[in-house]
Each structure stands twice: as structure tokens, then as C-alpha cells.
């Protein structure tokens, strides 16, 4: 498989706090890559660097041609706000000289009825919104897509119907995924690579390597909580 991202040595800091400190990992096409790590290892820090959102050091290099979109882990919506989600999406999609039909497809992809689609931004609840800002990524058809914990404030039902729509749309539109998740049972479910950060030294590789009570130890110091939740998952 061709690859798609590879990252040498990179070196993100704050002034005199360092974030990422020498990291290096590649990505296939097709992939879908998760990322953990405690708060303040670095992983929305690594987004931002991948999106050149961000100043680093070291190197960054996408394929020829691809297309990134991203989905940040959330959005700030004045509920005030008169701009509905048509005229969001629109906006993109005329901004990139997209066909009127492109809209239509992205909404009914991800679950945009009507009435969600001519509701305010500002009135949506968590998982509408989140749906809305999976559209507006998808809009211009990405190579890759980067959810940085896409379903963090929601509740544990809405949580797994995003999680089913990214990996049901990943199968039909063959996109690569990078995904920041702090549910490891969906981890070990929908990755096929998982990238562990710390401030020690990271770590990839499939879920099974990685998702075992020595890694998460070294990782969260809390090996049985995160463990145990992986296993019940799976036996469910």
C-alpha cells in the first residue's frame, strides 16, 4: 500500500514546553490510525502540526495530491446565530466550486434530514452538530480525515452512532482516518494502527500490540480500568 503521511522527528513546543518531542511514524492509504494518550501528551498539538496550523520542527510529508480535511473536537455555536446548517454547508461548497448535488450527498451520507438542515447551527444538539461537521469535512470528497475526539461531549448513545457513521462512511468512500479517541474499546475496534503518545517514548502499531495492560500501564498508570473496559466490550 501506498503511503500516505510520514512524519520524521517532529518536534512541537510552547515557548520553553515541549509537546512532541522526536516523533516519527508513517500512514498508509486507507489506514485508520488512532491516537491516544493521557491529557497533555500531545495529540491535538499533533493535528494542529499535520495541518501546518502550528509551527514545528522536523518533517511533514503528505502524498502528491491529497486532500485533508479535519473535524475539531468541537466548535463553539452562538445560539443566537442565524446561520443555518444549508447555509453552512453551502458556503464550502461554493467556495469550492462544488456541484449543487455535492450538498444533498454529503447530507443524506451523514443522517442530515431536512429539518436538521434548515435548523439554526446554534439550536442543534451535540450529535446533530457533530454530524453537520462531518458533512461539512467530507464536502470536496478528502483522501484523509482527521476527528480529533469527534464525540467528546456527548453521551454514550450519540457517541456510538458517530462512531458507526466515520467507520460505514470510511468503507464506502475509502478515505484514511486519524482519529484522537479516549474510548479505547472503540480504539480497538475500528483502528487498524494505533499510535500511543507520551513523554517517554511513543509507540505504534496494531490495536492487539498496543492495547495491553503493560502499554496502557506505561501509558495511563491505570491498567485495569482501561483494560477491563476493552474486554467487556469485546465479549459483548
Not at 121 to 126: A, E
Not at 150 to 176: C, I, M, N, R
Request: aromatic share 6%; proline share 6%; net charge negative.
Amino acid at each position: 500500500m501506498s503511503t500516505i503521511l510520514s512524519v520524521e522527528n517532529l518536534h512541537v513546543a510552547f515557548g520553553s514546553r515541549i509537546i512532541i518531542d522526536g516523533l516519527t511514524f508513517s500512514v498508509n492509504a486507507g489506514d485508520s490510525l488512532a491516537i491516544i494518550g493521557p491529557n497533555g501528551s500531545g495529540k491535538t498539538a499533533l493535528f494542529r502540526a499535520l495541518l501546518g496550523l502550528i509551527p514545528y520542527t522536523g518533517a511533514i510529508h503528505w502524498a502528491n495530491g491529497v486532500r485533508p480535511a479535519y473535524v475539531p473536537q468541537q466548535v463553539a455555536a452562538d445560539r443566537q446565530l442565524p446561520l443555518t446548517v444549508k447555509d453552512l454547508l453551502q458556503s464550502k461548497s461554493r467556495l469550492l466550486h462544488l456541484p449543487v448535488a455535492e450538498v444533498e450527498l454529503v447530507s443524506a451520507q451523514t443522517g442530515l434530514t431536512q429539518d436538521i438542515i434548515d435548523s439554526r447551527i446554534g439550536i442543534l444538539s451535540g450529535g446533530q452538530f457533530q454530524k453537520v461537521l462531518i458533512a461539512f469535512a467530507l464536502l470536496g470528497h478528502p483522501d484523509v480525515v482527521l476527528f480529533d475526539e469527534p464525540t467528546a461531549s456527548l453521551d454514550d448513545l450519540s457517541e456510538e452512532h458517530v462512531y458507526e457513521l466515520l467507520h460505514s462512511l470510511q468503507k464506502e468512500q475509502g478515505f484514511t482516518t486519524l482519529l484522537v479517541s479516549h474510548d479505547l474499546s472503540i480504539v480497538y475496534r475500528y483502528a487498524t494502527l494505533v499510535l500511543c503518545l507520551n513523554k517517554t517514548k511513543p509507540c505504534l502499531g496494531p490495536p492487539r500490540e498496543i492495547l495491553t495492560p503493560q502499554m496502557l500501564e506505561e501509558l495511563y498508570s491505570a491498567p485495569s480500568k482501561y483494560y477491563q473496559h476493552i474486554h467487556n466490550h469485546r465479549k459483548g
